[in-house]
């Protein structure tokens, strides 16, 4: 079976790459899942979403927090260009959980608080990329 080859970037690093059986990102139109021989394909990624790499073999999951950015896919290649991106094995889940209820805490004093309800998002996204219930 053919595979993708997928690229993870953020401006900080190389977040990951390797080869996948299948690709799963939420895009501002809605979910999208990738497979190979895909029509080429250019989507904004949401803040606050969850990326997963489905890598096939017996391999687990690849599971990131991704806040904005672009996808691009063509010729089964899959580039994941994101403003921010972290692992969910990489994530502090105390650190996490903290930043959430700070996030939700300012939203519900000042519902007029877009940066706290973008923060709230992220930390969500952290949180289930580390595998926590949300």
């Given at each position: 079976m053919a595979k993708l080859r997928v690229g993870v970037v953020s401006p900080e690093r190389e977040i990951w790459s390797g080869e996948a059986d299948m690709v799963i990102a939420k895009t501002v139109d809605g979910e999208i899942g990738i497979m190979p021989q895909h029509a080429p394909v250019l989507g904004v990624l949401v803040e606050g979403g969850v990326?997963?790499?489905?890598?096939?073999?017996?391999?687990?999951d690849l599971v990131a927090a991704?806040?904005?950015?672009?996808?691009?896919?063509?010729?089964?290649?899959?580039?994941?260009?994101?403003?921010?991106?972290?692992l969910g094995s990489e994530v502090d889940v105390a650190a996490a959980r903290d930043a959430l209820a700070r996030a939700q805490?300012?939203?519900?004093?000042?519902?007029?608080?877009?940066?706290?309800?973008?923060?709230a998002k992220r930390a969500k996204a952290r949180l289930q990329a580390a595998g926590e219930d949300v």
């Open positions: 990326l997963r790499v489905k890598r096939g073999g017996g391999e687990d991704v806040h904005g950015g672009f996808i691009s896919v063509a010729d089964n290649e899959v580039s994941v260009l994101a403003e921010a991106a972290e805490a300012s939203v519900e004093a000042n519902q007029d608080d877009a940066d706290a309800a973008v923060e």
